[in-house]
Every structure is written in structure tokens, then in C-alpha cells.
């Protein structure tokens, strides 16, 4: 079964540009979550997709955002992209029910410069 | 408001000797408690997890954790440290009933030496 798979890998962009991440799940999985991670502040909840809808947000400004196809996969967006996103963004999928383990993909390095 | 500590930023170890990293957590009633290990440049891979019943519970590459109520912990162990496991480890926590959000600690990077 393929894993969480996330793509760009890596990427550099322009303060004040956007950038838009991309995530399939593992197949069958219907939720997908999003966490940022910076060596200042470890790892961080960004939002979370299950069958289109999101379920829960973290404390993040409004420049962040995201949304979830029919076939679970995922989009996230940056918008006017500042020096303190360069981070990498994991996305991980579960099956979304209660009782609820998440599997992590490789992530996506943003450099913002 | 739930948190996660992992006291311990750094742990180095000798191969072949035993390991203990510590997770301590903060909340209202017993979450549900992970265990993930990321390499260098890489997402998190799970290792282990508890959400009720024995609380002594297996994980992959001979990993193990043992959730104690009374210490609000889930300490994670391997007997023998092989150069392999050189990491840093992350412990975390989901409220039940669904939040759909975990809680990370703030990782412990172990060194093995050879």
C-alpha cells in the first residue's frame, strides 16, 4: 500500500508570493491533517479535512489555508508568504474515525527567501 | 490546556546500551499516546501507541513504552541502541472523543555512539 505522499519536495519562493502543497493520502484514508514544522516551534497543527469538510484549526493567521478533494486528497495554500513560513509541512492521513493514528508523508521543504 | 513535555533535548547513548526517553503529559483525562521517530530530512514515522488496556505496549524496531496514570507519562525504551536509531523522537498526544489534532512534544534528538 503506498504511503502519504507529498509533493513539491522542496521549493523556494518570494516573500509575498503564494505557495500551494499538495497531498494524497494513503488509500482509504478519508482524513487528512496538516502540521508545520520549524525548529523554533516544533511541530504545529495547521487544520484538518475529513470527506471535504474541516474539522478542526489550529492557530494559524488567515493567510494559511486548505481544503479536501472527493478523493481525500489535499490542498494547502500560503498566501503572501512571509521569511517565518520557511518550514517543512507535513501532511498525514488516518482513517478519521475516533479512535484516530496518523501516518505521516515525507513533507515539503518551503524556503521562503 | 494539554501539552507535552519531553524534558531531555538531547540523549547520547552507547551502542548496545539501553535507552529511556521521557514523555510527559498534561491533561484533563488519559489521551491517546504516541510515539514517532523522524530521520534527518524526513516525516515521522510511528513507532508505537497506547490507547487503553496493557500498559506496557510493543512498537516496531524493538521499541517499547509503558504508560504510567499515576505520572501522567509514556516513557519510551529499547533495551539495546543500535547506531540505527540515531533520531529525534517525538512524543504525542490526541484527545479521545476526536479533536483530530495531535500535540507534539518538543522531540529528544539521540546521538549513538559507535
Known amino acids: 500500500k503506498a504511503g502519504v505522499t507529498q509533493t513539491p519536495r522542496y521549493l523556494i519562493k518570494t516573500r509575498g508570493q503564494q505557495v500551494t502543497l499538495s497531498c494524497s493520502p494513503i488509500?482509504?484514508?478519508?482524513?487528512v491533517s496538516w502540521y508545520q514544522q520549524t525548529p523554533g516551534q516544533g511541530l504545529q497543527f495547521l487544520f484538518e479535512y475529513f470527506s471535504e469538510t474541516q474539522r478542526n484549526k489550529g492557530n494559524f493567521p488567515g493567510r494559511f489555508s486548505g481544503r479536501q478533494f472527493s478523493n481525500s486528497r489535499s490542498e494547502m495554500n500560503v498566501s503572501t508568504l512571509e521569511l517565518g513560513d520557511s518550514a517543512l509541512y507535513l501532511c498525514a492521513s488516518s482513517s478519521g474515525d475516533s479512535i484516530n493514528t496518523i501516518y505521516f508523508g515525507e513533507g515539503s521543504w518551503l524556503t521562503v527567501v | 490546556a494539554q501539552s507535552v513535555t519531553q524534558p531531555d533535548i538531547h540523549i547520547t547513548v552507547s551502542e548496545g546500551a539501553s535507552l529511556e526517553l521521557r514523555c510527559n503529559y498534561s491533561y484533563g483525562a488519559t489521551p491517546y499516546l504516541f510515539w514517532y521517530v523522524q530521520s534527518p530530512g524526513q516525516g515521522l514515522q510511528l513507532l508505537l501507541k497506547?490507547?487503553?488496556?496493557?500498559?506496557l505496549v510493543q512498537g516496531i524496531k524493538g521499541f517499547e513504552a509503558e504508560f504510567k496514570r499515576s505520572q501522567s507519562s509514556f516513557n519510551l525504551r529499547k533495551p539495546s541502541v543500535h547506531w540505527s536509531d540515531a533520531a529525534e523522537y517525538f512524543c504525542a498526544v490526541e484527545s479521545p472523543g476526536g479533536t483530530y489534532k495531535y500535540i507534539f512534544g518538543t522531540g529528544t534528538r539521540l546521538k549513538v555512539l559507535a
Open positions: 488509500s482509504g484514508h478519508r482524513s
Open positions: 497506547y490507547f487503553s488496556g496493557d500498559t
